[in-house]
């Protein structure tokens, strides 16, 4: 009973460490002269009050957690991968340009195309600093925060001129856009809401990461490489090669999320010159949702739920009680460090009962006699 | 095993979350009572509106409403409406700033046209294409976007821009006549949209003015990299430019460095004369009241969309500001009325690129 | 016009432009070597660095006296560092990501702070440069080196103090030591906690240098968001310069000279469009370590929190 307790606690963890959040937020809002209760009714309300703010919610989470779907594969596998941003722009770029370009051709096709075209896009910008961490020893960290740099410019270029909207070409405001997707190019709507087919195929990537990441070979190694790459250099694994294929496949997820969010929400490309116009920050945000789900791909589809809700409420919050955007980007930073602070309660508990052996105690042990190790490294 | 138990546990959480607060989801778990009122705490608030029946308008701005350039431009002139109609009896207004992310501008504006308002300003030209999908849902609400001149053909769509190119080139025939040097600096974020609409006119400006004059225009690639506009300053004094000019709320840092050596400064949307009172010369403002004052006329008679509207120098939607702090020469500021007034007349034509 | 380059004008402007913004990277960066080298990763750098900047702004414009600005943004840094520290020290959190959550934290507060402290933007007169007889008067290098502010040369004085503390020092030793190998560090009696505390508040005191020097000293406003990416920028040069602060240095002055090149291809007018021009230092900055192929490992305990074994 009592460990049916302390799982239900561990489970809650996050939102508890969310709640306490909101509470030292709470202080800030009574400064703001705002009603606290008042500011969270409209977030919860915003967030999940209607069918309808769920289906945004949704829609929220769903790059969400398809950029943690690679932040699982790359921290697993021990490489830090903040190039989301990027990856994700890139993959749109490619994406886009598929459904621009065959315009003759029908709607399954061009979709199927476009996702895998967004999937290869974030590979080769994941795969690039992949590359040059394995075979040249560039930290990943740097060159993803250039590649991010780069790719927003890259976009800022392209749309300004090759991929401009042919009818903004002609008028003086030049605004940087594509052109629309054909109505047949864009991916199904599952309700009378924005929520689109995009949430079901993130949610069903999930399972295959979950299969990727603990029932192949691959997986095991990409796993085996972020534990002990020394360890595994030993015993045979080639590891530069697992270094590119988990940067590789982080950026892959990254692009498709990219690429659904121009087939399913945006149905263009458009630029104000920033990283985040077009992304939302979800390349940095799907980080944070990845590890509110334990770096585990199952776990990440309430994370990511739970953190798209904050978002999509939080900026209902701006509009029904009027509270400065700013106060917004406190907020979610409280909560990313309250939850990630929070942690330590759940690795605690579950340490003590490896020691004490309440349990059947150690994570059931790999074909290949290697740990899976829990959630973090 | 656990882990699964784990996950469905998250997942109970969620949907006890979810519940709570009334959704039509899964009914399965029991309902605590108590977060039901909060919610209606809302609500209340929501209602409690005036008793006149005020004209309300709701804006979606992709910058925040003190950046001292386009976000700004929009605010004052609401507060300004607000004051020509009589307060907040007969005008009131509120707003989502920081609204970069497209996405959640659309969001944005789509729960405004839930909510009673009588007019929704889309203030960034990249919300078009999620206007365009929004509007045709709520035929009986007015929205406006800015800025452009495209209503998508919908009726109930107002379409704004701001003709920055004419003051952009009043500004520019300024600068001409205040060059020595002949070399002039222009700083701006990326090159589209309303910036490079300015930067245009101008350009045009200064070569209508003196052809012998060097423009330089450095695109920094950010409209928040206040550092780099800085140094697109300092690089442009150091290229010998002894007048600048730029776009957007990054500016600021660029201005900071004209102050510093001395060199004049002509701005554009708001006025930036209080940042450096010696060296900004004049500043094209805009006045977004002009023509919101327009479109609320046409909301009132029923007339929800379908036109698209332009603030100008001739309609007084934008006005070159000179700033008293700065001693411009009598002959420079007869030159730039008059240029003014050419371009509203028509003697005074010129083409962009 | 290619050739406009290589004029004396343009080299003195991109020298003298590229060592003045290289300056709020190099007190950012440094801070962030010292945590890192103690084996703590800190991603929050441009977070802290809008809350100096913002601190140093509002006490410089309220109270008129600079000095004490910067001492605010310092305290106000190494606070934000104190709450890192124990976070990442005490509660072991991870440390890119609650660094991402400092970040949003310290980039919503300072606008929060400034629309209700200040409420529009406003400029100050900043720290003044300073004049040296005779050298600042020596043709082309004068202009390069001796025409920039107190904070400028605080920044590079850093350079050698950072290295001296770390490989002369004590102190130095201990840091390295909790950073490689922080259980032999802890049986020889070393505090691990103690010393990542004292990094990690460091490293936000610099990054709120790093800030005002932005507000109070380089650009004389306050702006939401001001910083624009500068943090992440600089975490990225301490991996550019191997954890070294001769190597930040060099990173740091690549990264802003290039960037200052950029600026100047496109007023020299040379028909580059502007955001392949914009893209420069961020493709430079990896070839060029691709080019120098290091084999300079990270702390071995880099991110990884510490935990006696019992």
Redesign the interface.
Known sequence: MRQRLETLFDALLPVIATLAALAVGAVMLLFLKVNPLEAYAALLKGAFGSFNSFAETLVKATPLLLVALGICISFRGDVINIGGEGQMIVGAILATWIGLTFTDAPGWLIITLALLAGFLGGAVWGGIPGALKAYFNVNEILSTVMMNAIAVQLMNFLLRGPMIDPSQAEVASKIPQTARLLDAFQLERLAPTRLHMGALIAVVLAVLVYILLWRTTLGYRIRAVGQNPHASRYAGIKVPRYVVTALLLSGAFAGLAGAIQVYGVNYRMITDGSASGFTGSAGFNGIVAALFGQLHPLWSIPASVLFGALLVGANSMQRMVQVPSALITVLNGLVVIFVVSSEIWRRRRQRRRLVVGEEEAPPKPDKSQVQTGEAQK | MKKISLFVTFILALALALSACGAPAEPAVEEPAATEAPAEATEAAATEAAPAEPFRVAVVMPSTINDLAFGQSMYDALVRVQEEMGGPDAFEFVYSESMFVVDDAAAAIRDYATQDFDLIIAHGSQYGSSLQEIAPDFPDTSFAWGTTVDTFGLPNVFAYEAASHEGGYVNGVIAASLSKSNVIGVVGPIETGDAKLYVDGFKAGVTATNPDITVNVNYIGSFSDVALASEAATTHIAAGADVLTGSAQMVTGAIGKADEAGVLWLGTQSSQASLAPSIVVATQVFHWEVVLMEIIALVNEGTLGGQSFEINLENGGEVIEFNDGYALPDEVKTLAETTVQGIIDGSVTFTLP | MITDLFST??L??IL??GI??AT?YLYAAIGETFSQKSGV?N?GVE?QMLIGSFAAFYVAFTTGNLWLGLLVAMIVGALMGLVMAF?TVN????Q???G??????????S??LF??LI?????IKGFEKIYIPGLSDIPGIGQILFNQNILVYGAYLLVPLAWFVLNKTTLGLKIRAVGENPDAADSLGVSVARVRYFTIVLGGALSGIAGAS?SIA????F????????G??A???V??GAWKPVGVLGGALLFSMV??LQ??I????IPI????A??MP??L??LV??AT????R?PSAL??PFERDE
């Open positions: 004008t343009v003195i402007g003298a432009s003045r913004l709020p990763l991603l977070g976070v509660l072991h959190a991870q890119g990501i609650s991402i959550g400092f970040y949003l934290f310290g980039l919503g507060l606008d929060l629309q209700r409420g529009n933007v406003e400029t932005l380089l650009l004389n406003v702006q939401q968001n001001m910083t624009s990416g500068l992440f920028i975490v990225a040069l991996y550019f960037n200052s600026l100047w496109q007023v020299l007018g469009p502007s955001d392949i914009v893209m961020y493709v900055t990896i370590l691709v192929v290091s084999r300079v990270a991110t990884k």
